[in-house]
T-cell receptor, first 118, second 115 residues
Framework: KAGVTQTPRYLIKTRGQQVTLSCSPISGHRSVSWYQQTPGQGLQFLFEYFSETQRNKGNFPGRFSGRQFSNSRSEMNVSTLELGDSALYLC?????????????????FGPGTRLTVT | GESVGLHLPTLSVQEGDNSIINCAYSNSASDYFIWYKQESGKGPQFIIDIRSNMDKRQGQRVTVLLNKTVKHLSLQIAATQPGDSAVYFCAENMGSGGSNYKLTFGKGTLLTVNP
């Protein structure tokens, strides 16, 4: 099975711009989560999508948004970029039980997109 | 490769020794915990998990211990190998249960294995 893929791998943007990152989950995985990783704050949960709906959300401002398509692929958008948004953005996918519960021990991460805001 | 963090706690061990990585978690109501390994340039990789109704779980060469009294989690790696060199994170699930979850990660520990 192919792993989680993220595009692009590297991105440079300037303050005030917006950016869209893409994630393709493992085939059959219906839950997609996004995380931000920085040296100062470590790894932080952004949000999770399931069935094209945002189901869980971390503590990030509304500038961070996402969506999921019917094929489970997901995009994350950051508007009005700030210098502090420079980070590694990780996407992870997991299967979901019939109960709707994500199988977190089968959550697989992609290699990430390195975003630099100048 | 990618730098996953500056100012991380570090642990340096000799090949063949046992390693113990510690983690303090924040929410006494957390019901599920995971240890991840992150190698340079890669995303985190699941190692082992444990539910709050357990205090110990063993995997292949790894053991996780959970002490809910002091909100402490540890990962023990037996016979540490150079390939174990990575940053290790603990994560706690602070969701309300069911389909709700919210993983909160520790800052990570950099493990270096000397041959």
């Amino acid at each position: 099975k192919a792993g989680v893929t993220q595009t692009p791998r590297y991105l440079i943007k300037t303050r005030g711009q917006q950016v869209t990152l893409s994630c393709s989950p493992i085939s059959g995985h219906r839950s997609v989560s996004w995380y931000q990783q920085t040296p100062g704050q470590g790894l932080q949960f952004l949000f999770e999508y399931f069935s094209e709906t945002q189901r869980n959300k971390g503590n990030f401002p509304g500038r961070f948004s996402g969506r999921q398509f019917s094929n489970s692929r997901s995009e994350m958008n950051v508007s009005t970029l700030e210098l502090g948004d420079s980070a590694l953005y990780l996407c992870a996918s997991s299967p979901v039980r019939a109960s709707g519960r994500s199988v977190l021990y089968e959550q697989y991460f992609g290699p990430g997109t390195r975003l630099t805001v100048t | 490769g990618e730098s996953v963090g500056l100012h991380l706690p570090t642990l340096s061990v000799q090949e063949g020794d046992n390693s113990i990585i510690n983690c303090a978690y924040s929410n006494s109501a957390s019901d599920y915990f995971i240890w991840y390994k992150q190698e340079s340039g890669k995303g985190p990789q699941f190692i082992i998990d444990i539910r709050s109704n357990m205090d110990k779980r063993q995997g292949q060469r790894v053991t996780v211990l959970l002490n809910k009294t002091v909100k402490h989690l540890s990962l023990q790696i037996a016979a540490t190998q150079p390939g174990d060199s990575a940053v290790y994170f603990c994560a706690e699930n602070m969701g309300s249960g069911g389909s709700n979850y919210k993983l909160t990660f520790g800052k990570g520990t950099l493990l270096t294995v000397n041959p």
